[in-house]
């Protein structure tokens, strides 16, 4: 079963707009990594944040954490149509990563 | 190339067919992971090698799916009297103990 799950399910937006995703999780965890998956291909690992951890920054992605709330965002600026995938959030409960449990992701589309 | 490499890239099979796939790791790396995704959905951890051990089996990997790592490099999984519900991808990854994991471009599996 999936840890959690992304909201939005889908988001259509313009080229140059921000994209903002948010993932809600169950249980305590480790760390969260954000995943790109372009259509029908393997996944790119983005960013991976630590538990205490609050945000981090890696290009034009900012992801934020807060484990009070189980709750993660993730942050595209300045989008661009090549960013269009679905982007998934996985969290792992030890420093070993063992075990990645995903969310549903959510789709993103940026038109130019 | 030095990411982590899948073979075969699609495979299509009939009811009651027995399947094997391969994922070639990243050369240093001594985790080795494999999860399965079916559309929609976000990867489902199906089972983990540290070195040539498996260390831990999902409930998911029924007595039908056998995974090995002989030597601590390439592993493969089979399938074996394949299901239509066994229509997925199934994706590898491969990591350093702490690190983050990277994903093979997958294997589709499609049983008719």
């Known amino acids: 079963s999936q840890q959690g799950e992304e909201d939005p399910q889908a988001l259509s937006i313009q080229e140059g707009e921000n994209a903002t995703m948010n993932c809600s999780y169950k249980?305590?965890?480790?760390?969260l990594q954000w995943y790109r998956q372009n259509s029908g291909r393997g996944l790119v690992h983005l960013i991976l944040?630590?538990?205490?951890?609050r945000e981090k920054h890696s290009g034009r992605l900012r992801v934020t954490l807060d484990t009070s709330k189980k709750s993660s965002s993730l942050l595209i600026t300045a989008s661009r149509a090549a960013d269009t995938a679905s982007y998934f959030c996985?969290?792992?409960?030890?420093?070993?990563?063992?075990?990645?449990?995903f969310g549903t992701g959510t789709r993103l589309l940026v038109s130019p | 190339d030095t990411g982590v490499s899948q073979d075969p890239r699609h495979k299509i099979t009939k009811r009651g067919q027995n399947v094997t796939f391969r994922c070639d790791p990243i050369?240093?790396?001594?985790?080795l992971y494999w999860y399965r995704q079916t559309l929609g959905q976000g990867p489902e951890f199906l089972t983990y090698?540290?070195?040539?051990?498996?260390?831990?089996k999902s409930r998911l990997l029924s007595d039908r799916f056998s995974a090995e790592r002989p030597k601590g490099s390439f592993s493969t999984l089979e399938i074996q009297r394949t299901e239509q519900g066994d229509s997925a991808m199934y994706l590898c990854?491969?990591?350093?103990?702490?690190?983050?994991?990277?994903f093979g471009q997958g294997t589709r599996l499609t049983v008719v």
């Open positions: 996985a969290t792992g409960r030890d420093t070993g990563f063992q075990k990645l449990v």
């Open positions: 090698f540290q070195n040539e051990a498996q260390l831990e």
């Open positions: 990854a491969s990591s350093l103990a702490g690190e983050e994991a990277f």
């Open positions: 249980t305590s965890i480790n760390n």
């Open positions: 944040i630590r538990s205490n951890e």
């Open positions: 050369s240093e790396h001594n985790r």
